[in-house]
C-alpha cells in the first residue's frame, strides 16, 4: 500500500488510461469487423458465424440491469483488464479465434463506457472533458500507428508489437486505481472552481433524466465512435474515397485534433461562447460537407444506361467538400464532450445508462454492416439491392443521430469553470504528448511519400497480376506481409493486383497499395474510388504511369471496372489494362461476363503495344477466352517457356487448363519479343497464384 501510494499515484494518470482504451477499442472494433468479413462476406455467405458475433453485445442487456445499486468498482476493473487481454492476444491468432476475442473485448468496453460515465456523474465537468481529451488523444495514436506502417496499425503487425505490449501493460497497471475510493482525476488538479451558471443545479438538486433523454444522449455518443472508426482512424480510407492527395488530408487531419486539445487545455472559455444555434449549425455543415464527399466521388450506376463509362477526373470540385469536412472536424470532439456531460449530468442510474447502451451497441453494428453491405449488396439476399449506391445514405443518418441530441442539451452545458488548478506541467505535457504524436505522424506520412528514384530500362519486362483477396491469405487470415513477399520476389516492372481495395472496414480499413508502394517505392494508380462499392484494381510501375483513368463494363450484379494507363519504358509506350471481371457461372444463361469482355476489347480497339492482365474469371477456351485471342495474343499459350511453381493448394488441380488469371498481349508486341517466360506462383498468400510474365524485347 505504501507503495501505491509513493509511487502509483505519482505516476498515475487517468487521461493516459482513457486514451489507451480508446485507441484499443478502435483496433478491436477493426480486428472484429475483418474478421467477420474474412470467414463470412469473403465467401459470398452470410452465416451463422455473423449471428454468433452479433450475441457478443449481448451481455450489455442481460448484465447491467441486475445492478440495482450501482456497478461493483471490481467488476468495472474486470470489463477493463478484459479488454487489455483480448487487445494482447488478438495479434497471435487466425481469423476465427480473433473474432471471438475482439468481439469480447469490444463487448467490455461497451459494458466499461457506460459503467465509467455512470460512477463519474458527480463530477461531470471534469469526466466530460477528460473523456473527450482520451478520445482525440486515442484517435491521434491511431493515426500516428496507421501512418508509419503505411496504413496498418504498426503496434498489431511486424517487430513493433511491443509497442502494445507497453501500452496494454500501463493500462492494466492504472486500472487498479478504480479500486482507491479517493482516486484523484490529475488532469487539471484537484478541485473545481465555482461555476455560478450551475450553482441550482449541483448534484444534491438536479432532477434525474428520464430514459428517453439518456437513450437520445447515448446514440449521440455512439454514433460519433461509429463515424471515427468508419473514417478517421486512418486517414488513407478518405484519400481512397476521393482521390486526395493523402499527406495533406493526414496533416489536416492531425492537426485538427492537435487544436481541439491545446482548446481543452489552454483555451477552454471560448467554448461556451459557442450558442446551442452555433453547435447545430456546425454540425449540419460537417455533416453536409461528409455526405458531399461521399456523393459526388460515388457514381449512380443505377442511372446510366451506356457502357463503358469513364470515371469522372477527379477536379477541383471535388475536393472542395472534402477539405472543408476536414477543417470542420474537430466538432466531433466537442460532440463528444458536450454530450457526455449532458449525459453526466441526468445522473443516470446503472439500468437507464446500460439499457441506453445497449440499444446504442445495436445502431452500432447496424450503421456497420450498413457499410459492408454497400460493398457485398450482391450477396445479400433480398435487401442487397437496396444498400447500392448507398454509402451517403448511411453517413447521413449518423450525422443526423450525432445532431438530434443537441435538441436535449442545456444551455449551462456549454459552460465549463476554469479549472482552479496551477498545474502548468500538467498542460505542457498534455500539449507535449499530442505535439509529439503530431510531428510523428508528419514527419512520418512526408517520408513514406518520397519521391521515386529514377530506374534504367528493364529488359525484359516483368509483368505481374495477382489477385490478393483484399489482403487475406487462402485461409482467410490477414496477410499483407505475406503478399508483399511475393510481390517483391517477383521483381516486376509493372504489377496489377485485382481485389485490392482493402481501405475500408471490411479490410480493417488498412491500405495494402499503400503499403506495396510505400515499399517498393513505385508509381501507383488505384482504380475505382472505394465509395463506389466495386472491386478494387490497382497499377503499380517502377516507371511514371500516365494518363491513367478508370472505366466501368456493364454489371447487372457485382460491379466491374477496368483501368487503362500508359507506361514509357525506353522507346516504347505500353498501353496497359487491368481488369476485373465479374464471376458468372453460366454464360448461357447470363452473358454479363461476355459483354464485360467485349467492352474492354472496345476500349482497346487497334491500340499497339497492349498488355491486358487480371482475374477474368473464364477459362481458355470459353466464348469470352475465344474473343479475346481472337486480337490478342494469350501469353501462357505462345511462351518459350512455362512453369506453375507453388501455387494455392485450391489450384493445384486447376492449372494450367482452368486457369482464369491471364495476361494478354497485342501480336505486334509479340512480334518485338525475343523471348517469353510465364509462371504461376505465389503459394498460399492469396486465394489465386500470382502471375509472372517476362518478355524480353
Not at 365 to 375: C, D, E, G, P, R
Not at 647 to 652: A, I, N, Q, R
Request: aromatic share 12%.
Amino acid at each position: 500500500m505504501e507503495i501505491y501510494k509513493k509511487y502509483f499515484k505519482k505516476y498515475y494518470s487517468e487521461l493516459i488510461l482513457v486514451s489507451i482504451l480508446f485507441l484499443f477499442f478502435f483496433q478491436l472494433i477493426t480486428v472484429f469487423i475483418e474478421s467477420i468479413y474474412a470467414l463470412n462476406l469473403i465467401k459470398t455467405e452470410v452465416n451463422e458465424n455473423i449471428a454468433a458475433a452479433l450475441f457478443l453485445l449481448s451481455p450489455m442487456l442481460l448484465i447491467l440491469p441486475i445492478f440495482k445499486k450501482g456497478f461493483p468498482d471490481k467488476g468495472l476493473v474486470v470489463l477493463g483488464e478484459i479488454l487489455v487481454i483480448c487487445r494482447v492476444l488478438a495479434s497471435f491468432f487466425n481469423s476465427q479465434i480473433n473474432m471471438i476475442l475482439s468481439g469480447i473485448g469490444v463487448s467490455s468496453f461497451m459494458l466499461f463506457l457506460p459503467v465509467f460515465l455512470q460512477k463519474s456523474k458527480d463530477n461531470e465537468e471534469k469526466s466530460s472533458l477528460l473523456i473527450g481529451l482520451g478520445l482525440s488523444i486515442g484517435l491521434g495514436m491511431s493515426i500516428l500507428f496507421r501512418t508509419l506502417g503505411s496504413s496498418l496499425d504498426l503496434t498489431s503487425h511486424f517487430w513493433f508489437l511491443w509497442i502494445g505490449w507497453v501500452l496494454a501493460a500501463v493500462a492494466g497497471i492504472m486500472l487498479i486505481s478504480f479500486l482507491d475510493p479517493d482516486r484523484i482525476t490529475k488532469i487539471f488538479g484537484d478541485k473545481l472552481g465555482s461555476n455560478p451558471t450551475s450553482s441550482n443545479n449541483s448534484p444534491l438538486t438536479r432532477k434525474f433524466g428520464s430514459k428517453w433523454k439518456i437513450l437520445g444522449l447515448s446514440l449521440g455518443i455512439t454514433s460519433i465512435l461509429v463515424l471515427i472508426y468508419l473514417t478517421f482512424i486512418s486517414p488513407a480510407v478518405i484519400s481512397r474515397w476521393t482521390e486526395g492527395n493523402h499527406i495533406i488530408i493526414t496533416i489536416i487531419t492531425i492537426i485538427a485534433i492537435t487544436a481541439f486539445i491545446l482548446l481543452i487545455v489552454f483555451k477552454l472559455d471560448i467554448i461556451q461562447k459557442i450558442t446551442i444555434r452555433g453547435l447545430l449549425i456546425w454540425n449540419g455543415l460537417f455533416v453536409l460537407m461528409l455526405v458531399l464527399t461521399i456523393g459526388i466521388n460515388q457514381i449512380p450506376f443505377l442511372f446510366i444506361s451506356s457502357y463503358p463509362t469513364y470515371a469522372p477526373i477527379t477536379t477541383i470540385f471535388y475536393q472542395i467538400p472534402l477539405y472543408i469536412m476536414l477543417i470542420l472536424s474537430p466538432i466531433i470532439f466537442i460532440d463528444f464532450t458536450l454530450l457526455t456531460r449532458e449525459l453526466l449530468r441526468t445522473r443516470p442510474t446503472i439500468r437507464k445508462v446500460g439499457g441506453a447502451f445497449f440499444i446504442s451497441s445495436i445502431f452500432l453494428l447496424l450503421m456497420i454492416f450498413s457499410a459492408v453491405f454497400t460493398i457485398v449488396w450482391d450477396y445479400i439476399p433480398l435487401v442487397g439491392s437496396l444498400f447500392r449506391d448507398m454509402l451517403w445514405l448511411v453517413f447521413l443518418i449518423i450525422g443526423i443521430v450525432i445532431i438530434i441530441p443537441f435538441l436535449l442539451v442545456k444551455k449551462d452545458s456549454l459552460s465549463f469553470v476554469k479549472l482552479t488548478s496551477n498545474r502548468i506541467k500538467t498542460r505542457f505535457k498534455i500539449s507535449g504528448l499530442i505535439g509529439i504524436i503530431c510531428v510523428g505522424t508528419i514527419i512520418g506520412v512526408v517520408l513514406l511519400e518520397t519521391p521515386k528514384k529514377s530506374v534504367g530500362i528493364d529488359n525484359p519486362i516483368r509483368i505481374l497480376s495477382y489477385n490478393i483477396q483484399q489482403g487475406f491469405d487462402e485461409n482467410g487470415d490477414k496477410n499483407f506481409e505475406g503478399q508483399f513477399e511475393v510481390i517483391k520476389n517477383a521483381n516486376a516492372s509493372i504489377i496489377g493486383l485485382q481485389e485490392s481495395d482493402t481501405c475500408r472496414i471490411s479490410s480493417g480499413n488498412a491500405d495494402i497499395v499503400r503499403y506495396v508502394n510505400d515499399r517498393l517505392n513505385y508509381y501507383s494508380y488505384f482504380g475505382p474510388k472505394t465509395v463506389t462499392g466495386t472491386f478494387g484494381i490497382a497499377l503499380l510501375s517502377r516507371y511514371p504511369i500516365l494518363n491513367a483513368k478508370t472505366f466501368y463494363m456493364e454489371s447487372k450484379g457485382e460491379q466491374t471496372a477496368t483501368i487503362e494507363a500508359q507506361i514509357l519504358i525506353g522507346a516504347l509506350t505500353y498501353n496497359v489494362y487491368v481488369t476485373h471481371l465479374g464471376n458468372y457461372e453460366d454464360p448461357s444463361v447470363d452473358r454479363s461476363q461476355i459483354i464485360q469482355q467485349e467492352q474492354i476489347l472496345e476500349r482497346i480497339g487497334v491500340k499497339t503495344n497492349v498488355i491486358l492482365m487480371g482475374d477474368f474469371n473464364f477459362e481458355p477456351y470459353t466464348e469470352q477466352y475465344n474473343i479475346t485471342t481472337a486480337v490478342l495474343d494469350d501469353c501462357w499459350e505462345i511462351a518459350d517457356s512455362t512453369l506453375i511453381g507453388n501455387v494455392p493448394l485450391s489450384w493445384v488441380p486447376r492449372l494450367p487448363a482452368e486457369r482464369i488469371d491471364h495476361v494478354f498481349i497485342s501480336p505486334d508486341l509479340t512480334t518485338l519479343s525475343a523471348y517469353i517466360e510465364v509462371t504461376y506462383f505465389g503459394g498460399t498468400a492469396a486465394d489465386h497464384p500470382a502471375l509472372l510474365t517476362s518478355i524480353r524485347i
